[in-house]
């Protein structure tokens, strides 16, 4: 296993690099080995209820001191950067938390209640009846739709909570309209990756323990794809997967034998 053409990994974070509010084996280690080499990452994530802040905080519990945010790329950045290509201040209908509304305040999105250019869905844990009925009023009068990410439900450790993905299904059934979406397995992140830190689709990997996400957004995007099996899948379901990865390694650990 040669990785010396590999310049960039992007890591996925639940199930990769930690499980719940635990390091996984091996993770602080390829850390170090990658920076020794010379090599760079980033974090990802689909969860848009929170900015990077949120995750630089729950590194640091881990140890990880001053963690630096822009390594932590989160479904939201992604849908601001196309988002901005299309029109640079945008007039949104925002579903989503705080969070993300300042966020997009920040990108100089306009937040509006009526006569948007765009309608929004991220995961908004504040979701009102009167607000999904206001965006399927907008999205029924041709009003563009777009959405952050589409997990049906979020992962936690109470158990699973519904997700932006739900809400789209929601919204589909009412307006007959799909949005467009920015989050796994999409490409788009990756994309928007690759222009940000200015490297070629060659020299970048995604690890990740999702084969429907993780590996199915690397191949979509066209990069070197890496399984790990510390989160959810099992080697018997490699088989029976449509998105094969090109390498498979039991954790991070076993990984840092071929970075050195
Ligand atoms: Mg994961």
């Not at 969070?99 to 844990?125: M, R, W, Y």
């Not at 936690?156 to 309209?177: L, Y």
């Not at 990756?193 to 995604?206: D, M, N, S």
Request: net charge negative; with cysteine.
């Amino acid at each position: 296993m040669d990785f010396s053409a590999i310049r960039f990994f992007i890591l996925d974070m639940d199930g990769t690099f930690y499980l719940g509010e635990q390091l996984l084996p091996g993770a602080q280690e390829f850390i170090k080995n990658i920076s020794e080499q010379g090599k760079d990452f980033c974090f990802l994530t689909n969860n848009s209820s929170h900015n990077s802040t949120f995750y630089t905080q729950k590194l640091r519990r881990m140890g990880f001191q001053d963690f630096p945010s822009h390594k932590i790329i989160t479904s939201s950045q992604a849908t601001i950067f196309y988002l901005s290509q299309m029109n640079p201040h945008p007039r949104v209908y925002l579903l989503g938390t705080r969070e993300l509304e300042i966020e997009f305040l920040q990108a100089n999105f306009i937040l509006v209640q009526k006569d948007p250019d765009f309608v929004v869905l991220g995961f908004d844990t504040s979701l009102t009846y009167q607000k999904i009925n206001q965006a399927c009023q907008f999205i029924r009068k041709g009003v563009p739709f777009f959405a952050t990410h589409p997990d049906l439900n979020c992962p936690t450790e109470e158990g699973p909570v519904i997700d932006a993905g739900s809400f789209i299904k929601a919204i589909e059934a009412s307006t007959g309209q799909f949005p467009k979406v920015f989050g796994k397995p999409y490409p788009e992140m990756i994309e928007y990756i690759l222009q940000r830190t200015k490297t070629k689709k060659e020299e970048v990997a995604i690890i990740g323990d999702r084969l429907y996400t993780d590996i199915a957004m690397g191949k979509k995007a066209g990069i070197t794809t890496i399984l790990v099996l510390t989160g959810e899948t099992k080697e018997e379901d490699i088989k029976n997967s449509p998105w094969q990865p090109d390498f498979v390694f039991t954790s991070l650990e076993e990984i840092n034998n071929y970075l050195k």
